[in-house]
């Protein structure tokens, strides 16, 4: 969403004034009258990320229903830390109180020991008088080192990218480069989308065939809508006809490509490979700087693609505090309780799962 004068004024403040430890922070509950400030201390807190903007509260409550708890440290009148929680319950699923759900990163983001304390002592409060199955913080790196934590299922794929599109095409290990060298000689072309309509069913019929439930529609039309120009798709056409198609996340100097897919043709002419070096190249144009490939299971086709791409995998720790359950949850499809479920998944003509997805996907988190 373009930022207001408000907003810029409240980065400026943010940035200018002195901390001073000494005082003690208070945790608050967010209102839409925070929007502004807490958006501006996310644009400088180092351990922010886009799946802290305060638009994400919006989406989870317009697009899922899902209840939320967005807290944020106060000090002398201004913000030190946030905190975005989404309440996810379901029969199927169990009852978690997440930051943030759907979303990759999250957890606590604060500007000192104190205020990132505070935080994390108000969600575990919440959490138990909530009497949730768990609380879950999605960091980037270990904070809670006493607690569970979730650390060798997923990784994060995260590279610099140069001002000059052909060191970036250098920077591509051979064999890759070799495909993206493909898809341009096969004359692919990629256009930016102003909605969803190409991506949507394209996406939809990727997710299916690997066995995953659908995001709604609206969903992907609440992103848009929230995020304005720092969520934009791009898409790729072969002889006109569209083949792949991705949804992009813009923050700070980061291009995070978040949901892609690609139709059964695109991978005869290299459809992703072309896909993706398309956002490398338009993002470095735009003055991005840093390429975030976002989370994969380790040792999966996911993770192998990016690895071919020359990115490193980083370990992402996903932290849990226990309150009814016993156990970290286990709801991913590797775990082998679900493989028939993913099986039949797959078979299911595109119409059925595209209207039984949303009801499940929802309750994911």
Not at 58 to 86: K, M, N, S, W
Not at 102 to 129: H, K, M, P
Not at 273 to 292: H, K, P, Q, S, T
Request: hydrophobic letters at 35%.
């Amino acid at each position: 969403m373009p930022r207001t004068a408000l907003a810029q004024e409240a980065t400026e403040e943010a940035t200018a004034l002195p901390i001073d430890s000494s005082t003690p922070v208070r945790v608050r509950e967010y209102t839409p009258n925070d929007a502004d400030r807490w958006d501006a201390f996310v644009d400088t807190c180092p351990d922010a990320t886009f799946f802290h903007r305060a638009g994400w509260q919006r989406v989870l409550t317009e697009a899922f229903g899902h209840p939320t708890h967005y807290l944020y440290t106060e000090r002398d009148g201004r913000i030190t830390g946030v905190l975005p929680l989404g309440h996810v319950r379901s029969r199927l699923f169990g009852n978690a109180l997440v930051s943030v759900p759907f979303c990759v990163y999250g957890g606590v983001a604060a500007e000192d020991e104190a205020s990132a304390q505070a935080l994390t002592t108000a969600a575990r409060d919440l959490a138990e008088t909530l009497q949730v199955d768990y609380l879950e913080l999605r960091h980037r790196e270990r904070r809670n080192p006493r607690w569970p934590c979730k650390d060798s299922l997923y990784v994060t794929f995260r590279k610099s990218i140069d001002p000059d599109p052909e060191k970036n095409m250098l920077a591509i290990p051979r064999k890759q480069r070799a495909m993206v060298r493909k898809g341009i000689k096969h004359e692919l072309a990629s256009e930016i989308d102003a909605g969803v309509e190409r991506f949507f069913p394209i996406y939809a019929d990727s997710v299916r065939r690997l066995g995953t439930p659908v995001f709604s529609r609206r969903y992907f039309e609440t992103l848009r809508k929230v995020f304005g120009p720092d969520c934009d798709v791009v898409t790729v056409t072969s002889d006109g006809e569209p083949i792949s198609s991705v949804l992009n996340f813009h923050f700070r100097d980061e291009v995070l490509p978040y949901y892609g897919g690609g139709t059964e043709q695109a991978r005869a002419v290299a459809g992703y490979d072309f896909l993706y070096w398309e956002v490398m190249r338009r993002a470095a144009e735009d003055g991005r700087r840093l390429f975030d490939y976002g989370r994969s299971k380790r040792d999966t086709g996911s993770y192998s693609f990016k690895k071919n791409w020359g990115f490193e995998p980083e370990p992402l720790y996903y932290e849990y505090h226990l309150v009814r359950a016993k156990q970290i949850p286990d709801i991913n499809p590797l775990n082998p309780k679900y493989r028939l479920f993913i099986a039949g998944w797959k078979r299911l003509p595109l119409p059925v799962a595209n209207w039984l997805g949303p009801w499940i996907s929802r309750a994911l988190g």
